[in-house]
T-cell receptor
Framework: GAGVSQSPSNKVTEKGKDVELRCDPI?????LYWYRQSLGQGLEFLIY????????KSGLPSDRFSAERTGGSVSTLTIQRTQQEDSAVYLC???????????FGSGTRLTVV | SQELEQSPQSLIVQEGKNLTINCTSS?????LYWYKQKYGEGLIFLMM?????EEKSHEKITAKLDEKKQQSSLHITASQPSHAGIYLC???????????FGKGTKLSVKP
């Protein structure tokens, strides 16, 4: 597609429920990133996929968070047993390769009530 | 770990005025990115700087990376309401390939 597409754009969920956030990167971009932006905070790196390499999961805040990237394209970020502190905007970005300008999606605003 | 500090945190300027936003790194910068974010939208890539002393311009926005490669500034000339938003600087986080970000500078432009 023309840009990075994220869905849903907004998600309200009850505490304890699982949620899945989807990211559809720009076609042909080998690198895909997930970031989280909490209110009043900067962007926090979560996870990074590069081609067929094992993902860099060093930024995931707990084992409730996981992400997959199927077929080197679409990625899904899953948060299990959501907590109120998980409320944030989750941003996905893709780039043609390491070190190139990144293109971000519009984000998914997650609210845990 | 590397940290980016942006200043000011927020800025209100009158339309037509010039302004500067700064981004200071705790370590040498090997790639510095400037992004703009409007509410409800994703980040828009503005510019990337890599070489010490490098300066790039796009329309009325100019970004510089100082010689020591630890600070970058973003300068807007003759600001317009369309310039309003949150400006974020990002830097290569190292071998992992991810970016680290400053907390952003919120710019408001009064007509």
């Amino acid at each position: 597609g023309a840009g990075v597409s994220q869905s849903p754009s907004n998600k309200v969920t009850e505490k304890g429920k699982d949620v899945e956030l989807r990211c559809d990167p720009i076609s042909g971009h080998t690198a895909l990133y997930w970031y989280r932006q909490s209110l009043g905070q900067g962007l926090e790196f979560l996870i990074y996929f590069q081609g067929n390499s094992a993902p860099d999961k060093s930024g995931l805040p707990s084992d409730r968070f996981s992400a997959e990237r199927t077929g080197g394209s679409v990625s899904t970020l899953t948060i299990q047993r959501t907590q109120q502190e998980d409320s944030a905007v989750y941003l996905c970005a893709s780039s043609p390769d390491l070190g190139y300008g990144y293109t971000f999606g519009s984000g998914t605003r997650l609210t845990v009530v | 770990s590397q940290e980016l500090e942006q200043s000011p945190q927020s800025l209100i300027v009158q339309e037509g005025k010039n302004l500067t936003i700064n981004c200071t790194s705790s370590k040498t910068l090997y790639g510095l990115y400037w992004y703009k974010q409007k509410y409800g939208e994703g980040l828009i890539f503005l510019m990337m700087l890599q070489k010490g002393g490098e300066e790039k311009s796009h329309e009325k926005i100019t970004a510089k990376l100082d010689e020591k490669k630890q600070q970058s500034s973003l300068h807007i000339t003759a600001s317009q309401p369309s310039h309003a938003g949150i400006y974020l600087c990002g830097a290569d986080g190292g071998s992992q390939g991810n970016l680290i970000f400053g907390k952003g500078t919120k710019l408001s432009v009064k007509p």
